[in-house]
Nanobody
Framework: QVQPVESGGGLVQAGGSLRLSCAAS??????MGWFRQAPGKEREFVAA????????DYADSAKGRFTISRDNSRNTVYLQMNSLKPEDTAVYYC???????????????????WGQGTQVTVSS
């Protein structure tokens, strides 16, 4: 398979933490990103990282609370989410760019490969 595969979603109380994982096996990818879509809303950017040089980019809503990282040996990208809020409730998607696009970015159109998503629910 060539799509990223997410895991780690679930139900958590406000103020809690979750770590999402994205396994990127089957091919070599460029930058990896996390996006989310809440009910009735458009999908939005959360964070992204470059496989090769590790530079990152975050949405304002994620800065200071979420951390994106990668483990090249495991071909896995992580999204550590702390101080979760009910408004973080959404389906979280992992996305990947082709290998020749290493820079992280917020533009969904630059990501060619998408996972199926994992549900994150934050209760108040």
């Amino acid at each position: 398979q060539v799509q990223p595969v997410e895991s780690g979603g679930g139900l958590v109380q406000a103020g809690g933490s979750l770590r999402l994982s994205c396994a990127a096996s089957g091919r070599l990818f460029g930058a990896m990103g996390w996006f989310r879509q809440a009910p009735g809303k458009e999908r939005e950017f959360v964070a992204a990282i470059s496989w090769s040089i590790g530079i990152t980019d975050y949405a304002d809503s994620a800065k200071g609370r979420f951390t994106i990282s990668r483990d090249n040996s495991r071909n896995t990208v992580y999204l550590q989410m702390n101080s979760l809020k009910p408004e973080d409730t959404a389906v979280y998607y992992c996305a990947a760019k082709p290998m020749n696009r290493q820079l992280p970015s917020a533009s969904q159109h630059e990501y060619d490969y998408w996972g199926q998503g994992t549900q994150v629910t934050v209760s108040s």
